[in-house]
């Protein structure tokens, strides 16, 4: 599974952004996908995920701010980030993986495929 994310930029708090990624490869193995980020001197954490059923889970920081979704036909996930905070400043990263569950784990287990990462970066 190949995955590759866009739609990273620099923008004022407050401001959004919609990232996407598209799979391509063996996609059929794909069950749950997430984004995930990573500041510097952080580590990597998931902030939103969704189950092949449609199922989603958020981090508590990101909770009705973030917006993950999945286009099966496009095969594409989406993260669309309203009320940008100088603290979503990170490298997002899309992966493909088994469940929510696995994904939340840390470190995250059964991830199939990771994406080379868009960078985020609002100002004050």
């Known amino acids: 599974v190949h995955l590759v994310e866009s739609g990273g930029g620099l923008v004022q708090a407050g401001g959004s952004l919609r990232l996407s990624c598209v799979a391509s490869?063996?996609?059929?193995?794909?069950?749950?996908m997430g984004w995930f980020r990573q500041a510097p001197g952080k580590e990597r954490e998931l902030v939103a995920a969704?189950?092949?059923?449609?199922?989603?889970h958020y981090t508590d920081s990101v909770k009705g701010r973030f917006t993950i979704s999945r286009d099966y036909a496009k095969n594409t996930l989406y993260l669309q980030i309203n009320s940008l905070r100088p603290e979503d400043t990170a490298m997002y990263y899309c992966?493909?993986?088994?469940?929510?569950?696995?994904?939340?784990?840390?470190?995250?287990?059964?991830?199939?495929?990771w994406g080379q990462g868009t960078q985020v970066t609002v100002s004050s």
């Open positions: 992966a493909a993986g088994d469940t929510i569950a696995t994904m939340r784990l840390n470190p995250p287990a059964d991830i199939v495929s």
């Open positions: 490869g063996s996609i059929f193995s794909i069950n749950a």
């Open positions: 969704i189950s092949e059923d449609g199922r989603t």
